[in-house]
Antibody, heavy 119, light 107 residues
Framework: QLQLQESGPGLVKPSETLSLTCTVS??????????WGWIRQPPEKGLEWIGS???????YYNPSLESRVTISVDTSKSQFSLKLSSVTAADTAVYYC???????????WGQGTLVSVSS | DIHMTQSPSSLSASVGDRVTITCQAS??????LNWYQQKPGKAPKVLIY???NLETGVPSRFSGSGSGTDFTLTISSLQPEDIATYYC?????????FGGGTKVEIK
């Protein structure tokens, strides 16, 4: 059974870079049928798609975050990563890593990790 | 961006009631609409994809309908385990966008 697990610091200082990694197990990150993505959810708020990456390295980003976001994939480690630069308190959220078919629906989610931005 | 508007934002219903949640897209999205259920403290789970297709393992009391700009999620007989927030999501045009959510509670 496919499982995704987020890892990374739970606290980041303002203006610094948020870095998270998602480890894929129970399935292949090199699947030609899937993208791997990040979605976030501020406390008590809705869901926001951040972006997705294909195993080849091709990426799609939400334009609202594109200038600050990098998503990359390491197939040798079955991991993909998120970097969000110049963070502010508005970036405080639960960050989920996900799998989707082809930028359509998200059929597998990690458990989520809360990242707080505070000095 | 395509804006997704859900209504109501919250509702309270009795066990066994029929519950309907609507989602309206700001522009035409064909059938490229999915529904998710999120229980407190948990990650969302896809219920319906392509407007009306039930994801494997999802109880048949959940159903979806609609096309174009107007969509509906129906729970035919509300159960205590259905207490959650429900989100719609479009994938017709990037960026992928979600509705604001509908919180379902038991009366």
């Amino acid at each position: 059974q496919l499982q995704l697990q987020e890892s990374g610091p739970g606290l980041v200082k303002p203006s610094e870079t948020l870095s998270l990694t998602c480890t894929v197990s129970g399935g292949s990150i090199s699947s030609s049928s899937h993208y791997w993505g990040w979605i976030r959810q501020p406390p008590e708020k809705g869901l926001e798609w951040i972006g997705s990456v294909y195993y080849s390295g091709s990426t799609y980003y939400n334009p609202s975050l594109e200038s600050r976001v990098t998503i990359s994939v390491d197939t040798s480690k079955s991991q993909f990563s998120l970097k969000l630069s110049s963070v502010t308190a508005a970036d405080t959220a639960v960050y989920y890593c996900t799998r989707d078919g082809r930028l359509n629906w998200f059929d597998t989610w990690g458990q989520g990790t809360l990242v707080s931005v505070s000095s | 961006d395509i804006h997704m508007t859900q209504s109501p934002s919250s509702l309270s219903a009795s066990v066994g009631d029929r519950v309907t949640i609507t989602c309206q897209a700001s522009q035409y999205i064909r059938i490229y609409l999915n529904w998710y259920q999120q229980k407190p403290g948990k990650a969302p789970k896809v219920l319906i994809y392509d407007a009306s297709n039930l994801e494997t393992g999802v109880p048949s009391r959940f159903s979806g309908s609609g096309s174009g700009t107007d969509f509906t999620l129906t729970i035919s007989s509300l159960q205590p385990e259905d207490i959650a927030t429900y989100y719609c999501q479009q994938y017709h045009i990037l960026p992928l966008t979600f509705g604001g959510g509908t919180k379902v509670e038991i009366k």
